[in-house]
């Protein structure tokens, strides 16, 4: 806590007071809702949840609509079975009523509109305001302090945008390194910045953050000042957590979030995914069996955010699969726990016979394949797939032969399936700067 009342001292001050920053006043509220029994998180879970349904009703035309279509006001919201009978709040949905879903008690000279990245098929446009983000930075502060970091502390961050201003990068303590060009070149550039400006830690694409770690593998090269790594935007497999950790010697902290509710559920110290009932209130929604996506039993997520007031998310579908935990976790925090067993909906394949293949079924099939350095598998159509493969120098004949046996497992799947093997020397990247394994066309249409 002395360490969150400091951050504003030094060169720090003049950014935080010039800028109007309160996210650490906020962290200090989060931090102290650690100490919370089980039982007073859901308390004020439900007493957050309750304001913003109140606000939702007072000020958000949507959302005024939907009440009195219900027949209904936030006072008949008593219980999780009366919430559950609100409507979900589907992507399409907020294309066709954005205009609608800003609050209007929020000036607008104080939104801002920002975009998805367009990785789930169309972007997403949606407001904000200064003041919801600053909450929603405080989450992610608290989530370094499960590392035993400090908001002060040096960090880079893997990701897409500008390249940040000597003047930003002096008061933030943070470069950006831009993953949307990850060539070879590029990522020695990087490794030349990180060894002169020693960051603390790493905040990246998971996908990202997994190449540049092969790259400095192979390079033989060490980055001693790092002492975590934070991956998040993606599924992070076992194979990348694997490689992370070897080459960077820390542990690898898995942060579940998106654009639009950035702060969902976290990784903490002792491998648990935590959801952050104090930020979020999280459904699970089993699946209609005619629906189960093939070989994985996840429910579908849906999230409300509790402090998203210029522009309410409540019970938001946001394409995300995972389940629910019962499993205690021994760092002590009253967090409930959740997986993230599998990737998007919007990275499931619908296969020419109509039945939903989550994409990790195919991604399971390549990760890890003998002479296969990175590959992308692309369905264009139902009944056509595309593998693009970066082989390993040398070994093509070898990995010809692995991947006809693949191809073969598909096709003794799905028949009708044409499955097309293209060799290139690396990965084209995609506008969103993630590195997908498995992409579909078919699906994202839909999303």
């Known amino acids: 806590m002395n360490e969150v009342k400091s951050v504003s001292r030094g060169a720090s001050w003049f950014w935080v007071t010039f800028k109007g920053i309160t996210r650490y006043k906020h962290l200090e ?3 102290k809702n650690e100490k919370l029994s089980q039982d007073q ?9 309750t304001a913003l349904l109140t606000h939702a009703y007072q000020n958000v035309p949507y959302y005024q609509r939907v009440f009195e279509q219900l ?19 589907t992507r399409q949905d907020v ?33 904000y305001s200064h003041a919801d983000r600053e909450r929603a930075e405080a989450g992610g502060l608290r989530n370094f302090t499960w590392a035993g970091l400090s908001p002060s502390d040096k960090k880079a961050l893997i990701w897409i945008g500008p390249i940040r201003s000597p003047i930003k990068k002096f008061f933030t303590h943070t470069i950006l390194l831009d993953c949307f060009d990850l060539t ?32 400095v593998e192979g390079k033989h090269e060490r980055l001693d000042s790092i002492s975590a790594v934070f991956v998040s935007a993606e599924k992070l497999y076992r194979e990348q957590r694997i490689l992370i950790e070897k080459v960077f010697d820390c542990k690898v902290y898995d942060h579940y979030g998106s654009v639009e509710v950035p702060t969902i559920a976290s990784e903490c110290e002792k491998g648990s995914m935590h959801i952050l009932n104090d930020l979020v209130y999280v459904e699970f929604l089993p699946w209609a069996p005619s629906d189960k996506l093939f070989g994985l039993e996840q429910d579908r ?5 509790l402090d998203s007031y210029a ?7 946001n394409g995300d699969l995972g389940m629910p935990s019962t499993a205690a976790c021994s760092c002590g925090r009253p967090f409930p726990t959740m997986s993230m067993g599998v990737s998007r909906t919007f990275h499931s394949f619908l296969m020419p016979d109509g039945q939903l293949v989550n994409g990790i079924y195919f991604q399971k099939l390549f990760l890890g394949l003998p002479g296969v350095t990175d590959f992308r598998v692309h ?43 293209e060799f290139l020397s690396e990965l084209p990247p995609i506008k969103s700067g993630k590195r997908d394994f498995v992409i579909s066309d078919v699906v994202r249409s839909m999303n």
């Open 95 to 127: 294309r066709d009523n954005l205009e609608l879903l800003y609050a209007r008690n929020v000036p607008e000279s104080k939104l801002v509109i920002k975009s998805t990245s367009g990785s789930s098929g169309n972007p997403l446009d949606f407001y």
């Open 184 to 215: 070879e070149s590029r990522m020695e550039e990087w490794l030349e910045e990180l060894k002169r400006f020693k960051p603390r830690f790493v905040y990246g694409y998971t996908s990202a953050v997994a190449h540049f770690a092969q790259f």
């Open 71 to 89: 027949g209904a006001t936030p006072r008949d919201i008593r219980t999780k079975e009366d919430f559950a009978q609100l409507p979900i709040l």
């Open 379 to 421: 369905q264009k159509s139902p009944e056509m797939i595309t593998v693009y493969v970066v082989p390993e120098t040398g070994v093509l004949l070898d990995t010809e032969q692995f991947l006809k046996g693949v191809i073969n497992t598909i096709k003794q799947q799905w028949p009708s399936v044409s499955v097309d093997i």
């Open 311 to 317: 522009m309410p998310f409540i019970r938001y579908a």
């Open 29 to 31: 509220v989060l931090l």
């Open 301 to 305: 997520i849906i999230v409300t955010s």
């Open 41 to 49: 998180l859901q308390i004020l879970q439900w007493q957050k949840l």
